[in-house]
């Protein structure tokens, strides 16, 4: 796997047109490439943010969570959620790069993903390229972030080996892979956190990567979350009073 990153202005509110700053910046891509893009970006061209003077911070992330447990009930004031399926400190919203903004998840994340992939097949003339937008996350029990996927077009997000044997000859029975978040982490770590300004990358060279010529179907997208009271640390998650936020109504 190769990943080049893409260095772009400083991203504002200014910005609007998330596919002209595609046209400024991203070269034509060959087949079977993957554009990363951080879900900053996205947010701020789709104006998903909040001024930070004269809003209430713990307000806007409580409208924005699905489920979320307060902030006084950890040693770091911070707001532990769920948004989409996904367990995230204030439901994903951040300020850094942000120029006096709290920025929020994209809206309609996924139907954004499958309108760049189309709009780059078109614009490229191309069949098999892949769209993955990206966000940080922390990790129970571990220090640092990693990237995560927040939506992806174009490639099957799992490989099942499930059935499949190991080197001897075990047959395995519960094993999948998430490309979608292991390219994410890839790329998100090599797109760096702080003042790099490289919100872009490509990813090449992918033999374990599946490309499609179309969006993920609903069932495809549906595959890749778990209830949890079906989740492998349902233990955990149901032992915690979840509060319910805006975001799933």
Known sequence: MQITTIRTHKITVADTDLFAVLDAYVPRLAEQTVLAITS????????????????????????????????????????LTIKENVLIPNAGLDESNSDHHYVLWPQNAQATA???????????????????????????????????AVAHSGFGALNDYVGREDIFGRPLRMTKVNVADGLAAAAVLVMGEGDEQTPLAVLRDLPFVRFQDRDPTAEELASLQIAIEDDLYAPLLKSVAWRAGGGDQ
């Not at 992330?61 to 707001?79: G, K, M, Q, S």
């Not at 189309?118 to 993955?132: F, I, P, Q």
């Open 40 to 79: 900053k970006i996205v947010s701020i061209c789709q104006g998903h943010v909040v001024r930070v003077e004269g809003a209430d911070k713990q307000q806007v992330i409580e409208r924005e969570a699905d489920l979320f447990l307060p902030p006084d009930e950890n040693r770091y004031h911070v707001t």
């Open 114 to 148: 499958n309108a760049i992939r189309s709009y780059l097949c078109r614009r490229d003339g191309r069949r098999m390229l892949g769209v993955l937008i990206t966000d940080s996350k922390t990790t129970p029990l571990r220090w640092g972030v990693t990237g995560v």
